[in-house]
């Protein structure tokens, strides 16, 4: 089924037994969100709060987080259309009668691409106009005791180039409320309407955003998708929904606006104007801090008469966007080939935050064509905040971790397939680099046969200052001892203890707590690769060969909590005893 609005989708989960509906009195600070997160937690149903302390709005949370749900959502055929896409390209080029007349369904449904014009006494979004305090009656969610503030969690903001007004953004960026008109607007670095934005401030003129709130499922999935910077966003939308996207004009002018949103909030980014933004618990599972961010000056606010208030909570994976990640990177991954021609598959972990690690099967038709892959990937879009990257040639699920680990470090020759670049960019979110958008790059190849057996059992004996030695999987083994504000210089010295002893072990890690850490793919990937930075934080003996540095093992990552790292994300004790006494009043017995 194609779902054109958001209650088309909430009757279907309801129709499905996949809805809970809570009618009892339910506070937006913090106890809304800790509902959700224990319902996530178990796999439960989409949420809808009908009676939500200081707003007329119900509130609709967990519309998305089952697997089950993100397919019943899409269904099977956005995926088929990308593939015939890609697929069709090798069958049309050069172009001939048959070649054009086999493809003739592919056509019908490219056709359907795209936007139409509806009136705006049809557009149920123009049910209610608001210009007078328009921000005053939204939902104040506040899902973390150290949030700066409450938060627009499910935002659609929209921007158009100054110069090129086709070339548009549809992007999900926070939006802090700081009062009933104005709001932060928290692009991060290589964002769409960030470079809008850019491109504006450097005219000296002010940038019209529109806030889009709702609307038809696909329209959320195309603004959280990592699509090329000039690939339109609401065409996406288009694509995953089967059908043209109804539109409508503002009489109030600006954009136009998505007909069957349910809030369409519009107003100006004045340029040169900043004000503290944060904190805020994000999807990294750590409070990203304060920072100075961009002003949103809301004009107005267009609302369907009957308006549902579709809202997330982001913290420690999994949640909520783990689940529409997976199906976003399953439904461009058959692009990937075509833009990049020698990567055959690519993978970014939800688990990590995204861009913390990527994993990509590549081409390698000539000796070290893996580091021109690596190259490509790293210059690509948003994959360019990509901080660990590891290759292979090997064709696998990269889906699977452990899998695609042991391939590179049966085949890693420490000597010439491990590049680390410093000063590089980061994701804004991402700390470890110690500056805000600042850090490092690491490249960890494994090519062609295998030159070693990984080990699966630790069995060498005792590590000095270690009290824990778990194998993760083979080759890798997690190590914990002493904190690092109590010995820094730890993994220093695990890395020449390991090396004098000539360890079979290519990769150690050094964590907190090695037997939590190792106990699911989930908690090895968030506890290590939100924890350290490349060049600070990857240990082996290296020597200098004209200008290449030359690695030996192990390779020892020290994925410690350290000073200056945001706080991990934690819910109030009082918070969490006001839902459990009140846990049959939300959902009966």
């Known amino acids: 089924m194609i779902y054109q609005n958001l209650r088309q989708w909430l009757e279907t989960l309801r129709k499905e037994n996949d809805l809970a ?31 939500v302390k200081g707003t007329p709005f119900p509130v609709a949370t967990n519309l998305f987080g089952t697997a089950r749900r993100v397919d019943m959502a899409f269904g099977p055929r956005p995926e088929q259309l990308m593939k015939s896409i890609i697929g069709a390209t090798d069958k049309l080029l ?56 409450p938060f627009i969690t499910l935002p659609l903001v929209y921007t158009e180039s100054p110069s090129k007004p086709k070339d548009h953004n549809l992007g999900m960026y ?12 928290h692009w991060q670095i290589h964002k769409g309407g960030g470079f809008h934005y850019f491109e504006a401030e450097q005219q000296n003129q002010p940038l019209p955003v529109s806030v889009f709130v709702g609307g038809p499922p696909a329209l959320i999935a195309s603004a959280i ?25 503002n009489p109030l002018g600006g954009h136009r606006i998505p007909a069957e949103a349910e809030f369409a909030i519009s107003g100006i980014v004045p340029p040169h104007e900043r004000r503290l933004e944060g904190p805020f618990g994000d999807h990294y599972g750590y409070y990203s801090l304060a920072h100075d961010f961009p002003v949103l000056h809301v004009k107005n606010m267009w609302h369907r008469k009957d308006a549902i208030y579709p809202a997330t909570i982001v913290g420690k994976p999994r949640q909520e966007d783990y689940y529409l ?17 020698s990567v055959r598959s690519l993978w970014t972990y939800a688990e ?30 948003q994959l360019s905040l990509t901080k660990m990257l590891m290759l292979t040639n090997r064709p696998l699920d990269l889906s699977d971790f452990n899998e695609t680990l042991e391939a590179v470090l049966e085949r890693f020759n420490p000597a010439t397939d491990l590049f680390i670049f410093n000063k590089t960019s980061h994701d804004t979110l991402d700390y470890t680099g110690q500056k805000l958008n600042h850090g490092s790059k690491a490249v960890l190849m494994g090519i062609g046969e295998p030159i070693r057996e990984l080990p699966r059992s630790y069995d060498e004996g005792d590590i000095p200052g270690i009290s824990q030695a778990v194998a993760y999987c083979g ?9 690092y504000e109590k010995e820094p210089g ?30 699911t793919q989930t908690s090895f990937l968030w506890t290590v690769f939100t924890r350290f930075n490349p060049a600070t934080d990857i240990f082996a003996a290296s020597e200098i060969e004209h200008h290449h540095l030359s690695y030996k093992l192990p390779l020892v990552i020290d994925a410690r909590m350290k000073p200056g790292y945001p706080d991990e994300l934690f819910p109030r004790e009082d918070i969490v005893k006001t839902v459990d006494a009140r846990w049959n009043e939300y959902f009966g017995k």
């Open 490 to 519: 730890l993994a220093q010295r695990v890395m020449e203890f390991m090396h004098a002893r000539s360890t079979k072990w290519p990769l150690v890690i050094v964590v907190d707590d090695a037997k939590s850490t190792s106990a």
């Open 225 to 249: 998708a990592p699509v090329p910077e000039h690939l339109p966003e609401l065409l996406m939308a288009s694509l995953i929904m089967g059908g043209k996207l109804p539109m409508t004009d």
């Open 352 to 381: 990590t935050g995204f861009h913390a690690l990527t994993a990509a099967v590549v081409r390698e038709s000539y000796s070290r064509e893996a580091l021109v892959s690596a190259f490509r990937i790293l210059g690509e879009g």
């Open 475 to 483: 080759g890798c083994l997690v190590v914990s001892g002493a904190s």
């Open 174 to 185: 926070r939006i802090q409320i700081y009062d009933d008109s104005t709001t932060g607007i």
């Open 325 to 341: 990640g997976e199906f976003l990177q399953r439904l461009l991954s058959p692009a990937f080939p075509m833009v990049m021609p």
């Open 94 to 149: 050069p172009p001939t009668f048959s070649a054009l007349w086999n493809e003739r369904g592919l056509f019908k449904d490219i056709l359907k691409v795209g936007m139409k014009s509806v009136p705006q006494q049809e557009a149920p979004v123009m049910g209610v106009k608001v210009t007078e305090n328009p921000l005053k009656q939204l939902p104040r969610l506040t899902s973390w005791q150290e949030d700066g503030g």
């Open 21 to 51: 509906v809570i009618e009892a009195p339910v506070d937006p600070y913090l106890e809304l969100a800790e509902i959700h997160r224990r319902v996530i937690e178990e796999g439960g149903p989409a949420l809808l709060f009908t009676n």
